[in-house]
T-cell receptor
Framework: AQSVTQLDSHVSVSEGTPVLLRCNYS??????LFWYVQHPNKGLQLLLK??????LVKGINGFEAEFKKSETSFHLTKPSAHMSDAAEYFC?????????????FGKGTKLSVKP | GAGVSQTPSNKVTEKGKYVELRCDPI?????LYWYRQSLGQGPEFLIY????????DSGLPNDRFFAVRPEGSVSTLKIQRTERGDSAVYLC?????????????FGSGTRLTVV
């Protein structure tokens, strides 16, 4: 069965410092992996996705993530945090090779950015 | 339309009442998904449609929940005999087609409160 674990429920950084949001996944098949961001009272927005092409994936707003099969990880990073990055971030796995064509979300990591 | 539209944005109902939540996907998107996000949790899959048919409804929690998409466009999620535990944000997403490379676009959700 597919699953995703976000290792931190809350991460706090200072503006201008690096961001690291950790995610480990479990999948029976070659997974597609995503990071979504959710700002308060807004819809989920796709940051980036991995679908078996390059292992280093660049997304919007300066975010990137690296797919590491040996570690079953897909951590999200950004070199320098901005105040507008404060939001909830979800790591997501989808296993299109299985019987369910749906996205499986982690519990989320709330990112706080201090001035 | 330009995005996925969900109505109403907020719904307060009394325990035991019937509610309908509407999702208007991006024009031309054949796949449509419903998710439920409880407080402090990531979205959980409910059901998805490929065209008019429910391709996978394994996430519906019980037979009080039902969803339709009669013309392959707008979908309605129906909840009978609502319970306080049904309170959550109900998210709809659509994609061009079911599959590995398709991107999902989420609506802003309907916040359902059962009192």
């Amino acid at each position: 069965a597919q699953s995703v674990t976000q290792l931190d429920s809350h991460v706090s950084v200072s503006e201008g410092t690096p961001v690291l949001l950790r995610c480990n996944y479990s999948s029976s098949y070659s997974p597609s992996l995503f990071w979504y961001v959710q700002h308060p009272n807004k819809g989920l927005q796709l940051l980036l996705k991995y679908t078996s092409a390059a292992t280093l994936v660049k997304g919007i707003n300066g975010f990137e993530a690296e797919f590491k099969k040996s570690e079953t990880s897909f951590h999200l990073t950004k070199p320098s945090a901005h105040m507008s990055d404060a939001a909830e971030y979800f790591c997501v796995v989808s296993d299109y090779g299985g019987s369910q064509g749906n996205l499986i979300f982690g519990k989320g990591t709330k990112l706080s950015v201090k001035p | 339309g330009a995005g996925v539209s969900q109505t109403p944005s907020n719904k307060v109902t009394e325990k035991g009442k019937y509610v309908e939540l509407r999702c208007d996907p991006i024009s031309g998107h054949t796949a449509l998904y419903w998710y439920r996000q409880s407080l402090g949790q990531g979205p959980e899959f409910l059901i998805y449609f490929q065209g008019t048919g429910a391709a996978d409804d394994s996430g519906l929690p019980n037979d009080r929940f039902f969803a339709v998409r009669p013309e392959g466009s707008v979908s309605t999620l129906k909840i009978q005999r609502t319970e306080r535990g049904d309170s959550a944000v109900y998210l709809c997403a659509s994609s061009l087609m079911w599959g590995k490379e398709s991107g999902y676009t989420f609506g802003s959700g309907t916040r359902l409160t059962v009192v």
